[in-house]
């Protein structure tokens, strides 16, 4: 669902949902008798607002810091590629063409294939697991010859770790989202928070109708936050894979200049 969508059914329904409950509250009970409550209503309003809000404010935060998290998890699986490329290049001419064309099978399925999906494979007999492994075994089995090879080997092993965490994030974070309890308490609360403000006898029906719809745009607003931050490889403001776009056309750019040798490995598929 889009985020214009997801944001008509959170802010204008909810919003028009609460007056048109507390239009039912003002048809049902007598202007008199609401007034009745001010004096009480109004403590409890205050208290419930405040803890709702306190709630509130703490989600959007936790929601948001994990999305600017899982943006620098995405650059930092996007940069490990390009490095462990680049680092690839002072390896000799066959497990250079092997290392690289796991690296591009690794971006290519990143982008086409697993990236917003809603389940990306944790299987290791298919999608980005497959290259990632053919990664490892590639660098694994190789024995440095010169001390250059040494110095880029030990940064190889160090990059393909910081892949494999990213990745492994990536994965965990798109599977994974706020729970359906946490949910039900937001919502329960918000419900709550709104339906106070009908207790209060309001003689101007109009201003009555402002008040509670500003109370109730202001809660779903924020809740519309969580909605579309709850995730942040879905949805139109999901993260875009741009840094392994620019990975694409750097590793096509080198491979152009450096053609892969017609005995190298098959690529994967």
């Known amino acids: 669902m889009s985020a214009w969508a997801v944001g008509f059914l959170v802010v204008v329904g909810g919003t028009l949902s609460s007056v048109l409950g507390m239009l039912w509250v003002r048809k049902k009970i007598h202007l008199s008798s609401l007034e009745s409550h001010h004096e009480v209503a109004g403590y409890f309003l205050s208290v419930i607002g405040t803890l709702y809000a306190v709630l509130l404010g703490l989600i959007v935060v936790d929601v948001q810091s994990k999305y600017q998290q899982a943006q620098i998890m995405a650059e930092t699986e996007a940069n490990a590629v390009a490095d462990l490329f680049l680092l690839g290049q002072v390896l000799p001419q066959e497990p250079r063409a092997k290392l690289s064309r796991s690296i591009e099978s690794y971006v290519n399925v990143v982008v086409k294939n697993e990236w917003g999906s809603d389940l990306p494979s944790t299987s290791f007999t298919d999608g980005s697991v497959v290259p990632l492994r053919h990664i490892w075994q590639t660098i694994g089995t190789y024995e440095p010859l010169s001390n250059r090879e040494q110095a880029c080997y ?10 494999a965490d990213a990745r492994r994030f990536r994965v965990v974070t798109t599977r994974g989202g706020i729970s359906p ?40 607003l924020n809740v519309m936050l969580v909605v579309l931050f709850s995730n942040p490889y879905k949805g139109d403001l999901k993260i875009q894979p741009d840094g392994f776009r620019y990975d694409q056309k750097m590793i096509e750019t080198i491979i152009k200049e450096n053609p892969y040798p017609p005995q190298a490995a098959p690529a994967l598929k």
Request: net charge positive; with cysteine.
């Open 181 to 220: 309890v946490l949910w039900g308490v937001l919502i329960a609360g918000g419900i709550s928070t709104v339906v106070f403000t009908y207790f209060f006898g309001v003689k101007n029906v109009f201003a009555h109708v402002a008040m509670t719809a500003l109370v109730a745009l202001c809660l779903s």
């Open 154 to 163: 030990s940064s190889m092993l160090s990059t393909l770790g910081q892949l």
